[in-house]
């Protein structure tokens, strides 16, 4: 167990660096585990995504143009997504270029792969959080990249779903792609507080809400801006999707009509997923969310991943 982060007297730049390297720490041992469980083709396909969206290559999944959007911040493809990419093509040779702009802001991985919920026919859902500022052309072969590289999923046995997410928009509640997943109502907090609690970060910038303690949720907008005006954290580094503040009452009567819909194809999923729903309704107004008891189980130095797991928290509640 790890030291507490001590938040109520205020936080420091110190304390914010142990609590990113505490969740990046989370994440890598989440994904470890998550390779440990995928089939091999489920594998390769979660280690060459990464390199997939940082370049364009004419003989790897996906290529459209060599003009569509790509670029990950921060990335530099390990040895491991080298040979997976040589794989596919002996000719394939990376090369480092300068970039001005980095069109991918992050890649998560998200749902229930790497829980007890995960069976190896589980889908792989990806969020690709792109920059808001692309056109609409830039997003339109983007979107075809997309297609590409899930038709290659499928052509290896398995499916992959990737939603392009614009973090700005989200933030404003414009699901875009992902209302497809989600029945097309506003059940933005609900969704949020699923990537939150299950979302694993593959490559690119992480969450701010990572960085706000959970007692500061309520007042998630004015905390998160005061680290970014007061330049505790380097805005480039992060993406704010948002808080979880308020929840309008009717997005619970949509999010259950929606699993007893999905219940059809995963009936034990949508029933955990229903009495989650129930739960939070108890709540409401106050909810208390299961991303927010995991984030102050990481404060607090507890790191356990069977603790965390985000269905023993569902279970639990």
Same mark, same amino acid.
């Given at each position: 167990?790890?030291?507490?982060?001590?938040?109520?007297?205020?936080?420091?730049?110190?304390?914010?660096?142990?609590?990113?390297?505490?969740?990046?720490?989370?994440?890598?041992?989440?994904?470890?585990?998550?390779?440990?469980?995928?089939?091999?083709?489920?594998?390769?396909?979660?280690?060459?995504?990464?390199?997939?969206?940082?370049?364009?290559?004419?003989?790897?999944?996906?290529?459209?143009?060599?003009?569509?959007?790509?670029?990950?911040?921060?990335?530099?493809?390990?040895?491991?997504?080298?040979?997976?990419?040589?794989?596919?093509?002996?000719?394939?040779?990376?090369?480092?270029?300068?970039?001005?702009?980095?069109?991918?802001?992050?890649?998560?991985?998200?749902?229930?792969?790497?829980?007890?919920?995960?069976? *190896? /026919?589980?889908? +792989?859902?990806?969020?690709?959080?792109?920059?808001?500022?692309?056109? &609409?052309? @830039?997003?339109?072969?983007? =979107?075809?990249?997309?297609?590409?590289?899930?038709?290659?999923?499928?052509?290896?046995?398995?499916?992959?779903?990737?939603?392009?997410?614009?973090?700005?928009?989200?933030?404003?509640?414009?699901?875009?792609?992902?209302?497809?997943?989600?029945?097309?109502?506003?059940?933005?907090?609900?969704?949020?507080?699923?990537?939150?609690? *299950? /979302?694993?970060? +593959?490559?690119?910038?992480?969450?701010?809400?990572?960085?706000?303690? &959970?007692? @500061?949720?309520?007042?998630? =907008?004015?905390?998160?801006?005061?680290?970014?005006?007061?330049?505790?954290?380097?805005?480039?580094?992060?993406?704010?999707?948002?808080?979880?503040?308020?929840?309008?009452?009717?997005?619970?009567?949509?999010?259950?009509?929606?699993?007893?819909?999905?219940?059809?194809?995963?009936?034990?999923?949508?029933?955990?997923?229903?009495?989650?729903?129930?739960?939070?309704?108890?709540?409401?107004?106050?909810?208390?969310?299961?991303?927010?008891? @995991?984030?102050?189980?990481?404060?607090?130095?507890?790191?356990?991943?069977?603790?965390?797991?985000?269905?023993?928290?569902?279970?639990?509640?």
């Amino acid at each position: 167990m790890a030291d507490p982060v001590e938040y109520r007297n205020g936080i420091g730049r110190r304390d914010l660096q142990r609590v990113r390297r505490r969740f990046l720490g989370v994440h890598r041992e989440r994904l470890q585990r998550i390779e440990a469980e995928l089939r091999p083709g489920q594998r390769r396909f979660l280690t060459l995504l990464p390199l997939l969206f940082h370049i364009n290559h004419p003989m790897l999944p996906g290529f459209v143009t060599t003009q569509t959007p790509a670029g990950i911040a921060d990335f530099n493809p390990s040895q491991r997504q080298l040979r997976e990419a040589k794989r596919i093509s002996r000719s394939f040779a990376y090369r480092k270029r300068a970039r001005r702009r980095y069109h991918i802001q992050g890649l998560y991985l998200m749902g229930s792969v790497g829980s007890i919920a995960h069976n *190896t /026919g589980s889908d +792989l859902d990806i969020w690709l959080c792109h920059d808001p500022r692309l056109s &609409p052309r @830039a997003r339109s072969t983007l =979107r075809q990249k997309v297609d590409g590289i899930e038709k290659w999923a499928t052509e290896q046995g398995f499916e992959a779903h990737i939603y392009l997410v614009d973090a700005e928009a989200f933030r404003r509640g414009e699901l875009g792609q992902l209302s497809q997943e989600n029945s097309g109502t506003t059940q933005h907090r609900l969704l949020l507080e699923e990537f939150y609690r *299950t /979302g694993v970060l +593959l490559a690119g910038r992480y969450p701010l809400w990572w960085l706000v303690p &959970p007692e @500061a949720e309520h007042r998630y =907008r004015e905390y998160a801006a005061m680290l970014l005006h007061k330049r505790f954290v380097n805005p480039l580094d992060c993406i704010d999707f948002g808080g979880l503040e308020q929840l309008p009452a009717d997005e619970f009567f949509g999010a259950a009509h929606w699993q007893l819909f999905k219940g059809i194809g995963s009936p034990y999923k949508s029933i955990l997923k229903l009495l989650l729903i129930e739960a939070y309704s108890q709540d409401y107004p106050r909810i208390r969310w299961l991303c927010q008891e @995991a984030k102050s189980a990481i404060y607090a130095g507890h790191c356990d991943l069977d603790e965390l797991d985000p269905y023993v928290l569902m279970y639990r509640r």
